[in-house]
């Protein structure tokens, strides 16, 4: 079973780890409309890492853990964050191979965030959490609704 420290840590791992993924895949995007949406994505991960600190921070959590600094030093070192395959998958620009990647980045946060909603008994950290997770799954249903336009013609492509 996963420990409340290691689920914060993996929660932490995964935003910091998206919001560089989204960031690479917004460089090599070829559609404005793509480009933005993973913008928006990237800032929305890397918020939640920043709320996720302060939430673990302190009480309730009190995990004897500096969240501020694992995070410093994610973002600082972000190129190990996206691991090589992934990179050379964005780097590609074969869309579809990018929006598979991102969508298992969605799940794995989403689920992170499940895991973390049980590891803790305050009902703020697990509402928190839940609405997290929730969040994450409206991202996933956003590179859903992309994936499903990609075989459609531009003026038939649904607004992103």
Do not use: W
């Not at 500096?66 to 973002?75: F, N, R, T």
């Not at 049980?118 to 839940?130: D, G, L, N, Y």
């Not at 992309?146 to 992103?160: I, Q, T």
């Amino acid at each position: 079973m996963t420990t409340a420290l290691e689920a914060v840590k993996k929660a932490l791992y995964n935003e910091v780890r998206s919001q560089a993924f989204y960031r690479l895949a917004a460089d090599r995007a070829e559609r404005d409309d793509t480009r933005v949406l993973f913008l928006e994505l990237g800032d929305l991960e890397g918020d939640h890492a920043r709320e996720l600190v302060r939430h673990i921070s302190g009480p309730p959590l009190n995990l004897e853990f500096d969240a501020d600094a694992y995070v410093s030093k994610l973002e600082h070192d972000v190129a190990a964050t996206v691991p090589p395959e992934d990179a050379q998958t964005v780097k590609s620009g074969d869309l579809k191979a990018v929006l598979k990647l991102a969508k298992r980045l969605e799940v794995e946060s989403r689920d992170g965030y499940r895991a973390l909603a049980r590891h803790t008994e305050e009902p703020k950290v697990r509402a928190f959490c839940e609405e997290l997770s929730r969040l994450e799954e409206g991202h996933l249903d956003e590179i859903r609704k992309l994936e499903l336009s990609l075989d459609m013609a531009e003026e038939a492509r649904p607004a992103l």
